[in-house]
């Protein structure tokens, strides 16, 4: 029995790579608004080297769990006939496509024209990217703590959480500061209601899970504090978010910097727990 911190390079990988996804829709609809002066456009799509950057590092820690970064070309081999082969892949387009159309609008060789959907398609593939991540686990019935409807939820709920507040700092690190900004941090606290309810009904549910040899309430024994220190650290940075703007001011750059940092340590808090609760049905597994 454990926590899951032993998988801290898929948890790494999973949260950044949700965070990502949602803070490119937050800047795409953005630009896709057409509000934005030219300068402040600029400046916008400069500010997407922050998701490049999280992207890349969250692709770096996934090539170390696979023992030997010289395997990971070895993921691809099965794209289409397995979940993880596409996973990799579907995360693989979305960083090219993502990543090559940005350096041609940062130097201003993506045609107008083309813009538009370069920002729509590589936002669908971020959700595809995020939905492949779920396939992974919620696939496999033979681990009843995974395949459940936890983990789609867990996983979009990561994306809807940290996506608007990524995309709200990048929005604010190139400043801008519009009306239709106010209506991301609802979004975040609608998530962080949503985790909270089904950190409850999960917890709730694995005293129902069991094979013949393991109870799945004991595979992580501090399920309950553990969550606990996830939703603080949630709403915390909420609070850093969200209590400026009530007394009429726009949160700084550096606090929406810490609001950021504390909801990856909530989301990996709880992406660790979710490693943590792996079982195989009729096997004991220890952790």
Not at 102 to 124: Q, S
Not at 143 to 166: A, D, E, K, R, Y
Not at 185 to 202: G, K, N, R, T
Request: some cysteine; aromatic content about 10%.
């Amino acid at each position: 029995m454990g926590n899951g911190w032993h998988e801290w390079p898929l948890m790494i990988f999973t949260v950044f790579g949700q965070c990502v996804a949602g803070g490119f829709i937050v800047l795409a609809l953005a630009l896709l608004r057409g509000r934005l002066s030219r300068e402040q456009e600029k400046r916008v799509v400069l500010s997407m080297f922050g998701l490049w950057a999280l992207m890349g590092i969250a692709f770096i820690a996934s090539t170390l769990h696979l023992g030997s970064p010289l395997r990971a070309f070895n993921s691809l081999n099965r794209v289409g006939a397995s979940s993880l082969s596409n996973e990799i892949a579907s995360g693989a387009i979305f960083f090219a496509v993502g990543g090559i159309g940005w350096l041609l609008a940062v130097f201003n060789k993506l045609p107008a024209a083309l813009r538009g959907l370069w920002l729509v398609l590589t936002a669908v593939l971020g959700v595809v990217f995020v939905w492949m991540m779920v396939r992974v686990y919620n696939t496999i019935d033979t681990v009843p703590t995974w395949h459940s409807v936890w983990t789609p939820l867990s996983f979009f709920l990561t994306m809807l959480i940290g996506g608007p507040l990524l995309g709200y700092l990048l929005l604010r690190a190139a400043g801008v500061a519009g009306c239709g900004m106010r209506l991301l941090p609802v979004v975040s606290l609608l998530a962080l209601l949503a985790i909270a309810v089904v950190a409850v009904m999960q917890g709730s549910e694995l005293a129902t899970i069991h094979s013949a040899v393991q109870q799945a309430s004991a595979l992580v024994p501090d399920y309950g504090s553990l969550m606990a220190w996830r939703l603080a650290a949630l709403a915390l940075a909420l609070a850093c978010w969200v209590v400026p703007m009530l007394t009429g001011k726009q949160p700084a750059v550096s606090l929406l910097g810490l609001a950021f940092v504390l909801v990856i340590a909530g989301e990996l808090i709880g992406r660790g727990v979710f490693y943590g609760l792996h079982m195989t049905v009729g096997m004991a597994v220890a952790g």
